[in-house]
């Protein structure tokens, strides 16, 4: 008897997925644990093993197919019984579609004639509003200059108030009316479907740019649409300081190529496994960066473990793995794991449980170029170090000017969290620590 293979809950907060690749047909004999095909969800590429032997009797996805946590994909049969042949006319028939969960509907912009009316000037803080709806096309809001002024003032966009006003018209109440709600569904931690807070960041209705050529329409990858919203929304809500600072470290890369000559390909050591190790003894003594503030509750939240992120460009776009408790292993042993890990991020093999609890995220563009950059906290984190190329510099050696392999850092955080005098010692640490490396072990 023919048995469902089920979409499996792959990560917490992960609700659908994009299907990317089919890798069996009807008919194929199927082990336990092989791979049936791969689904791309908001976190990462993950594969759907085979939860039986058998022969794969029905396929009831296509790439591109976007099914929720739960759905119906196949049909299998156990112990590897023949797959009944296939009626002619199905050939060129489409495969029914698979009983699915009903998924939560993206938000639509709304006509004038079927948007709801606001909240009412009394109306709780608690009610409910559309943060992510906004006006389509090339319609204008309705409203005065005195109440789009007054928008402005309160940081509403004026596209997203609904007016109760003839024909929609939107008056003062509206905008304020707008305003509780929308504070109200943020204190009370509602989500919107279009991501955290996402009426924040609503986009305004952009122009018809057939009007001056042609254009190539491509959607986003679920990569690239939680990379937005998660930048979006850092961008939006924290207040970001970046320190930049140099760092010698003519006598480390010396170091690591003598190093890397007797190496195995596995153990390489790259700059960025150093930096790992660097960034984890500066979290221990510099607690403040190891923490999330919650500002609902008035805490700050300080982790007892260490795991440092670190971003890996992707075809796919930027993933950032996670090297856990880094505080706790030498470098040979961070540069085997990082070197693994961005193996198979690069591959797309990751799971999202490796992308999963980081606390500290190393940014480095020192392998493409670039002198200097601001890289964005990633939020809850309250850190983030930026490297990038270094080069040969004249450095003053006392009596004359010598030739040092110098490199550039730059420290994002959050202002709320860090003020500028801990923040220029942090990085200050990192840099003495990569020029004399003893200091690990005298400060750490």
């Not at 607690?287 to 992707?314: C, M, W």
């Amino acid at each position: 008897m023919a048995q469902d293979i089920l979409v499996p809950e792959v990560s917490d907060g992960v609700t659908e997925g994009t299907v990317i690749s089919v890798v069996v047909a009807v008919g194929d004999t199927v082990e336990v644990d092989q791979t049936l095909l791969e689904l791309e969800t908001d976190k990462a590429v993950v594969a759907l093993p085979a939860p039986f032997a058998g022969v794969i009797t029905e396929i009831k996805v296509a790439e591109g197919d976007t099914v929720p946590i739960g759905a119906v994909v196949m049909l299998g049969e156990p112990g590897g019984a023949a797959a009944p042949a296939p009626a002619a006319p199905a050939e060129t028939l489409p495969a029914p579609a698979a009983p699915e969960p009903t998924p939560r509907p993206e938000p639509l912009p709304p006509s004038p004639a079927a948007a709801p009316p606001p909240p009412p000037a009394d109306a709780p803080f608690d009610q409910a509003v559309d943060l992510g709806a906004v006006r389509g096309g090339d319609q204008v809001a309705p409203a005065a200059p005195s109440i789009r002024r007054l928008a402005r003032d309160l940081g509403v966009d004026i596209h997203q108030v609904q007016g109760t006003g003839p024909g929609g018209r939107i008056g003062e109440d509206d905008v304020r009316a707008f305003v509780r709600a929308a504070l109200g569904q943020i204190r009370s931690g509602a989500a919107s479907p279009g991501g955290e807070f996402a009426g924040l960041h609503a986009q305004r209705p952009l122009p018809d740019f057939t009007k001056w050529g042609g254009v190539t329409v491509e959607p986003l990858s679920k990569v690239r649409q939680i990379t937005a919203d998660a930048m979006s929304y850092a961008w939006s809500t924290v207040p970001m300081v970046t320190q930049h600072d140099k760092a010698d470290i003519t006598d480390l890369e010396t170091f690591r190529r003598n190093f890397n000559l007797k190496a195995p390909d596995t153990a390489k050591l790259t700059m960025t496994a150093i930096l790992i190790k660097v960034c984890a003894a500066a979290l221990r003594a510099f607690p403040q960066f190891n923490t999330s503030l919650d500002l609902a509750r008035k805490e700050l939240i300080f982790k007892n473990y260490i795991h440092v992120g670190v971003a890996v460009d992707t075809p796919g776009g930027l993933l950032v793995p996670v090297v856990r408790d880094a505080d706790t292993k030498g470098i040979e042993q961070l540069a085997v794991e990082l070197n693994e890990l961005a193996a198979k991020t690069r591959e797309r093999r990751v799971s999202p449980a490796d992308m999963e609890g980081g606390t500290f995220t190393i940014s480095n563009l020192g392998g493409i170029g670039g002198t200097a950059f601001d890289p964005i906290v990633y939020a809850p984190q309250v850190a983030i170090l930026g490297v990038s190329r270094s080069a040969l510099q004249p450095v003053w050696g006392g009596t004359d000017f010598v030739p040092r392999n110098v490199m550039p850092l730059s420290l994002t955080y959050d202002h709320r969290v860090i003020d500028g005098a801990i923040g220029a010692r942090f990085l200050r640490w990192i840099c003495a620590a990569l020029e004399e490396p003893i200091n690990l072990a005298m400060k750490g």
